[in-house]
């Protein structure tokens, strides 16, 4: 019995390291990107590589709030076979385009500063600066433009589902997904938590240990926006 018991709680710890964070999230559709990367009212330059800031000259068709970058976060959780680790960025900018105080006509835009990348492993954290997966140093920018905002009447009030065109590591996808956003007429907030391919934006560890990484990367959003005074 005392065996038995031994067995089943070492499956279970075994079980519980290995489970997939990603398993029970929603997964982004993932499609070619738009070809009008603002396709609401209001207009965002297209850059290459995003190599430079994507979200100067951009013209507001409605009131344009700023991301709070000390209140909002942008993380994520990574896993491979044994585990799973946490992480994010600290360094990111954008805004709201809020037109008419409604979320499906207006437009976010999201620029993240690559290196400012943080894990809950130092070696990690250096090892995603890398080639191997975000290759900083040629690719130094990630940006996130909307192109289209709808509400989710089934799920009621305040759930909507956003598209938009995110590029990373120098390949652009439109990816759809699940988000509950409030606005008021000075403030906004835009929160979701769903899973991305990581080899759909060319992010593939070379050698068999890219095997043990799984592919589905759960991506956490905590937007929040107001306008400046």
Same mark, same amino acid.
């Given at each position: 019995?005392?065996?038995?018991?031994?067995?089943?709680?070492?499956?279970?710890?075994?079980?519980?390291?290995?489970?997939?964070?990603?398993?029970? #999230?929603?997964?982004?559709?993932?499609?070619?990107?738009?070809?009008?990367?603002?396709?609401?009212?209001?207009?965002?330059?297209?850059?290459?590589?995003?190599?430079?800031?994507?979200? @100067?000259?951009?013209?507001?068709?409605?009131?344009?709030?700023?991301?709070?970058?000390?209140?909002?976060?942008?993380?994520?959780?990574?896993?491979?076979?044994?585990?799973?680790?946490?992480?994010?960025?600290?360094?990111?900018?954008?805004?709201?385009?809020?037109?008419?105080?409604?979320?499906? @006509?207006?437009?976010?835009?999201?620029?993240?500063?690559?290196?400012?990348?943080?894990?809950?492993?130092?070696?990690?954290?250096?090892?995603?600066?890398?080639?191997?997966?975000?290759?900083?140093?040629?690719?130094?920018?990630?940006?996130?433009?909307?192109?289209?905002?709808?509400?989710?009447?089934?799920?009621?009030?305040?759930?909507?589902?956003?598209?938009?065109?995110?590029?990373?590591?120098?390949? #652009?996808?439109?990816?759809?997904?699940?988000?509950?956003? @409030?606005?008021?007429?000075?403030?906004?907030?835009?929160?979701?938590?769903?899973?991305?391919?990581?080899?759909?934006?060319?992010?593939?560890?070379?050698?068999?240990?890219?095997?043990?990484?799984?592919?589905?990367?759960?991506?956490?959003?905590?937007?929040?926006?107001?306008?400046?005074?």
């Amino acid at each position: 019995m005392k065996i038995a018991t031994i067995l089943v709680l070492t499956a279970a710890v075994l079980i519980s390291a290995c489970a997939d964070p990603a398993a029970n #999230k929603p997964k982004a559709a993932t499609t070619a990107p738009s070809s009008n990367a603002a396709a609401n009212t209001a207009t965002v330059p297209a850059t290459e590589a995003v190599k430079t800031d994507v979200l @100067s000259g951009f013209k507001a068709a409605g009131t344009q709030l700023t991301i709070n970058e000390e209140t909002s976060k942008v993380e994520f959780t990574g896993s491979k076979v044994t585990g799973k680790h946490d992480g994010g960025f600290k360094k990111f900018k954008g805004f709201i385009d809020l037109v008419g105080d409604k979320a499906e @006509s207006s437009l976010v835009a999201v620029e993240i500063e690559m290196a400012s990348v943080f894990s809950d492993a130092e070696g990690l954290t250096k090892h995603l600066q890398t080639g191997d997966f975000f290759e900083i140093e040629k690719y130094p920018k990630s940006a996130f433009v909307s192109t289209k905002i709808v509400p989710d009447t089934a799920k009621g009030a305040g759930n909507y589902t956003v598209t938009g065109d995110l590029e990373m590591r120098g390949v #652009k996808k439109s990816i759809t997904f699940p988000a509950t956003i @409030s606005v008021t007429p000075n403030s906004a907030t835009v929160n979701a938590e769903f899973s991305i391919n990581r080899k759909d934006f060319g992010i593939v560890y070379a050698g068999k240990a890219d095997d043990l990484i799984r592919n589905d990367v759960v991506l956490r959003l905590d937007i929040k926006a107001e306008k400046k005074l």
